[in-house]
């Protein structure tokens, strides 16, 4: 188990690990579409999506907790 301030920091760090992926994944589907695979492509830069929503959920839940404190244990819901 998890201190509150223990969980606000693997969940910071996280949403950080999952937006240099969605970079990552932006990059690469720039790549993909400059060798015509459109497709692909458009795959890469739904999951870059999903980080990035997934990221600022986090976020929004690691602010909220600061401003009001953690009631509850939490962990990420997606790994």
Do not use: C, W
């Amino acid at each position: 188990m998890h201190s509150a301030s223990e969980q606000m920091s693997f969940d910071t760090q996280y949403a950080a690990d999952l937006r240099d992926r969605a970079d990552s994944y932006e990059d690469a589907a720039e790549y993909l579409r400059a060798v015509d695979m459109e497709k692909a492509a458009r795959a890469l830069e739904a999951q870059a999506q999903d980080n990035r929503n997934t990221a600022r959920s986090l976020e929004a839940r690691i602010r909220y907790e600061e401003r009001h404190g953690s009631a509850t244990q939490t962990t990420p819901a997606v790994l």
